[in-house]
């Protein structure tokens, strides 16, 4: 079956095989030529009488024609306009959306992407509004989520928030955004070979909910988004329309699913570390779907690693033996900060480091070694052709080309284990005793 975003929403709420009823999340996706003049009309449609705009110094230049849609149509709005530059998604920047918000507003409308999106998000749920966000750069995959990717007391946090009613993307706007946020859609869409092989990995080895359906949905957009993307250098507006389309649907996935799964693994969290760091220490860090791009071939790189494996029982019993916990507590309080008290928080919760458990999880992978590699190669393309698209499109493809060195690579794939609750590649790596030499191949 094709799966496009027309038919994602008319199969909203239906049963699946999986057993799970999935819901869209997103009730309407506009995706064309001068979709913004009819922003409006989804304003009328939502009920609302008075919107609350809200904008950073970059976006509401992009979305100048939204608010000038909103005065032809007679309707009523507030603009909040951030002056901080980079905004950053952290408690002073919801609080900031919070305390100027107007109360005698009805409906929110976010105009922007990641960030702004992230904060409409929350806020919409606060408040109990509805909630559109007209997009200005098609960089990112949370537009139609129910989550906020956020930091929160220093650790990247995805917060349940509110999904948007409605995405507004005029192609317009779009095809004008800088080139290195339409590189940055494409490496957020690449991402997803990583998190559908992880995804697979996990319901073999720890038990975790899968769903074939929601992983051909992703595949499908992945493979659009891929052979359209030599097009975005020309700008081509069916070449973005592809990525912008791919971005919404990787967030119906995900509400599909009812978990991040189906969008992000690992490579994510190469981005997250690095977006941590920026913020306790002041270290570089680029726009979200650039750092996916490079993690993506960190995270094929690892993944042939993995192949050239064959599992050492008591290589890995032995390495789980004299793992100290405490030793790793303090290397994670040197590299993240503030934010690594969570992470470790979050150990005491989930005990991935427990033997025992360990024990269970390396009898089911040496049970399932050969599946295991199976869905590697069938979910996984080669590094060099997922590089040459990258080049082709200009985008960075190695972490050092925005300020990431060897061994800030090296020690976040290490953390990428403990920044969520999820069973990806350097979790496997560790559980076979090979974490340490694995980190080496960056």
């Not at 493979?223 to 329309?241: I, M, N, Q, W, Y």
């Not at 190469?270 to 941590?276: E, G, I, K, N, Y």
């Not at 480091?353 to 049970?367: M, N, P, Q, S, V």
């Not at 060099?384 to 200009?394: A, E, N």
Request: net charge negative; hydrophobic share 40%; glycine share 6%.
């Amino acid at each position: 079956m094709q799966y496009t975003i027309s038919n994602l929403l008319k199969n909203d709420r239906a049963e699946c095989e999986c057993k799970k009823r999935h819901f869209a999340g997103v009730s309407d996706v506009i995706i064309e030529s001068g979709a913004v003049k009819r922003l409006p009309e989804l304003i009328k449609k939502y009920g609302g009488t008075k919107a609350f705009v809200l904008a950073d110094k970059n976006t509401i230049k992009a979305g100048a024609s939204a608010a000038e849609q909103l005065k032809l149509a007679g309707i009523e709005h507030t603009i909040y306009c951030y002056n901080a530059q980079p905004l950053e998604p952290d408690e002073w920047a919801v609080g900031s959306a919070v305390m100027h918000y107007d109360l005698s507003c009805d409906i929110i409308v976010g105009i922007g992407s990641g960030v702004i999106n992230d904060i409409g998000k929350i806020l919409a749920a606060q408040t109990g509004h509805n909630y559109i966000i007209v997009a200005t750069a098609p960089s990112m995959d949370g537009y139609a989520s129910g989550t906020s990717s956020m930091a929160r007391d220093g650790l990247k946090v995805s917060l349940p928030s509110k999904c948007p009613d409605a995405v507004c993307a005029d192609l317009d706007i779009l095809c004008s955004a800088p080139m290195r946020m339409l590189c940055a859609g494409v490496g957020d869409m690449i991402a997803k070979y990583i998190s559908i092989c992880e995804w697979r990995l996990a319901h073999v080895i720890v038990g975790e909910y899968y769903c074939e359906k929601v992983a051909d949905i992703i595949r499908q957009a992945l493979d659009r988004c891929v052979k359209s993307a030599p097009g975005l250098t020309r700008r081509e507006p069916e070449a973005v329309k592809a990525v912008m389309e791919g971005m919404v649907i990787s967030g119906i996935a995900a509400n599909y699913a009812g978990i991040s799964r189906p969008a992000s693994g690992v490579e994510h969290y190469f981005s997250h570390v690095w977006d941590m760091r920026a913020l306790e220490f002041h270290t570089p860090a680029d726009l979200h779907g650039i750092q996916c791009a490079a993690a993506t071939l960190l995270s094929l790189k690892a993944y042939k690693y993995v192949r050239q494996l064959r599992p050492d029982r008591q290589k890995a019993l032995e390495y789980v033996k004299n793992f100290s916990f405490e030793n790793y507590c303090q290397f994670l309080r040197e590299n993240m900060g503030a934010g690594a008290q969570s992470m470790i928080d979050g150990e005491y919760k989930e005990h991935k480091y427990d033997a025992e458990k360990h024990k269970k999880r390396l009898d089911i992978i040496i049970d399932n070694w050969d599946l295991i590699c199976s869905i590697i190669d069938q979910e996984l393309p080669e590094y060099d052709s997922v590089k040459d698209l990258l080049i082709s499109i200009g985008a960075p493809v190695e972490p050092q080309e925005f300020g990431i060195s060897r061994q800030e690579i090296q020690n976040a794939f290490v953390i990428t284990k403990d920044i969520r609750d999820k069973y990806v590649v350097s979790r496997l790596l560790w559980d076979l005793g090979e974490i340490d030499n694995a980190k080496q191949i960056f």
